[in-house]
């Protein structure tokens, strides 16, 4: 029998104390049903504030805003209004998400309105002195437009820039960022210029920006030199923007180990190949195909193990050189006087909450083990997003057979880390649909799960959580509930009624 392929997810505190906590964990899953969503608000400060120290060790100014698409709850953006305004505020992308920034107590001045927007989008964000991040020249005009026939604050607008393109003295470097829906290509710069000119009675620009949908710190050092040189541009007509926004994609690390990662995703290729038995339902590749024993293609998959994620992910950018300049892009912000601003969606929410789910049944077919869980693909959205990592076994019973999992080390945890024993299964989702399965990927627990055990899928407050749940089947939506540390003690509510201060009415710690 081949050894376990554990994937175990890394867990920091206080979500890997709470997880410790069976029989609460329980209690609330027979109190409020499965799928049951649990949120840890007092993180996202902590996260916010760990890119404010990037900040303070680059000298730069500027706003982190949290890029509120992440998740849609209550608890986490009014955890973020009672942090000092200068930690963080949020971006949004819909009429919706503004309304609720600004009724969490999030005032306008800590909102940064992003993406393609409706009227009644720009119409509150300007009425309110929200600053807009512009999508396109056309939205440009539109706003203005508002602006003019309603007799609004001039706005407050940021150019969102893309296709950014190597300049003078990059030399080798042959690297393009990629197409994008949104934004304007750097190209045409200039004639977006003219039309800022043309509406200077209505907007004032404030800053460019990108938001570039990838890990790959070449794509974004190019498109922040790129950005510093376009505000360059704007001051020598006359303009006076001074900040460079720098959108999101910071990444989380979902695996614990780079070994496990490593040899998960090697034993993928082989398991393609058909030199091991398969790893995944029906042999899925995850993009990953066999040519004639060639192994062709490339994995679709998050990189789950992060050298450097979050805040860590911002430092390592700024200490990268310019590819046409050769000054790390944090010194090049302070030479030029221009700030930094940036939209973490899901770096800002990690270790922020976890997804529970019900064992229902436990069934073999032919050589397999299928676990079917009270909740669907939909409700615990990780595999969507191509992010690969165990849940952690909460038995029923509160015996200790929940490891492995993240975390320190498990006592009866063999040398070096490497967890024995394990039972390998599929986790399959409550709708009536072949592919409704949690993960295509077979999961190894520490044991046989049984009906009634917990199965807690951790770190999914980032677009895993409300991003894709449904109601098909009349299937049940997960409640969500905001949990708090109080002194040694849990505590919890319901998170539309979650506020940050204590049911006593002090402030929560
Ligand atoms: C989605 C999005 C973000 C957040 O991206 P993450 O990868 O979650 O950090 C930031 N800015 C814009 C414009 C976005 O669309």
Request: glycine letters at 12%; aromatic letters at 6%; charged letters at 25%.
């Amino acid at each position: 029998m081949a050894l376990p392929l554990y994937l175990r997810p890394r867990l920091e505190p206080p979500l890997s104390t709470l997880l410790d906590e069976g029989a609460l964990l329980h209690s609330l899953v027979d109190a409020l049903g499965s799928p049951l969503n649990l949120l840890l608000p007092e993180r996202i400060a902590q996260n916010a504030r760990r890119f404010r120290d990037v900040y303070r060790r680059h000298h730069l100014a500027g706003q982190v805003h949290f890029a509120h698409k992440a998740n849609g709850s209550h608890c986490l953006v009014r955890a973020l209004a009672a942090t000092d305004p200068s930690v963080a505020g949020v971006d949004v992308a819909s009429l919706g998400e503004l309304r609720h920034a600004l009724e969490s107590g999030i005032g306008p001045d800590r909102i940064l309105a992003t993406g393609p927007k409706d009227p009644e989008f720009l119409w509150l964000a300007a009425r309110t002195g929200t600053r807009v991040h512009l999508d396109s020249p056309a939205e440009l005009e539109q706003l203005a437009a508002l602006v003019r026939r309603y007799a609004l604050p001039r706005a407050e607008v940021l150019l969102r820039l893309a296709e950014f393109a190597p300049t003078a003295g990059s030399g080798g470097v042959r690297l393009l960022s990629r197409r994008s829906r949104f934004g304007t290509p750097v190209r045409a710069l200039e004639a977006a210029l003219d039309l800022v000119e043309r509406h200077r009675d209505a907007v004032e620009l404030t800053g460019v920006g990108y938001h570039l949908d990838t890990t790959g710190i070449e794509e974004k050092a190019l498109a922040l030199e790129n950005c510093v040189q376009a505000l360059d541009l704007c001051r020598s007509r006359g303009l006076d923007p001074r900040s460079v926004d720098i959108g999101g994609g910071f990444g989380v690390g979902y695996a614990r180990d780079a070994g496990e990662w490593e040899r998960w995703t090697t034993a993928l290729g082989q398991a393609v190949l058909g030199n091991r038995p398969a790893l995944t339902w029906r042999g899925h590749g995850y993009g990953l195909r066999n040519e004639g024993g060639t192994l062709r293609g490339s994995p679709a998959l998050y990189p789950a193990h992060r050298a450097s994620a979050g805040p860590a992910y911002l430092d390592d950018l700024l200490r990268h050189p310019g590819p046409a300049t050769g000054r790390p892009l944090g010194s090049l912000l302070l030479e030029h006087l221009y700030d930094l601003d940036c939209e973490p969606g899901r770096a800002l929410v990690d270790q922020c909450g976890v997804s529970l789910a019900r064992v229902v049944e436990v069934r073999r077919d032919l050589g397999d083990v299928l676990v079917r869980l009270a909740a669907n693909a939909g409700d615990v959205a990780l595999e969507e997003h191509g992010v690969l990592v165990d849940p952690v076994l909460v038995p029923r019973d509160g015996s200790p057979e929940g490891g492995p999992r993240g975390g320190d080390p498990q006592e009866g945890e063999p040398q070096g880390g490497e967890p024995r024993g394990g039972a390998g299964v599929f986790l399959m989702g409550n709708l009536c649909l072949e592919a409704d399965l949690i993960t295509r990927r077979k999961v190894f627990l520490p044991r046989l799960p049984r009906p009634g055990d917990l199965l807690a899928f951790a770190n999914t407050a980032g677009y895993a959580m409300d991003f894709h749940a449904h109601r098909a089947q009349r299937q049940p939506l997960a409640r969500t509930v905001a949990v708090t540390r109080e002194g040694t003690s849990w505590r919890w509510c319901p998170d539309e009624r979650y506020w940050p201060i204590s049911p006593s009415g002090g402030t929560a710690s």
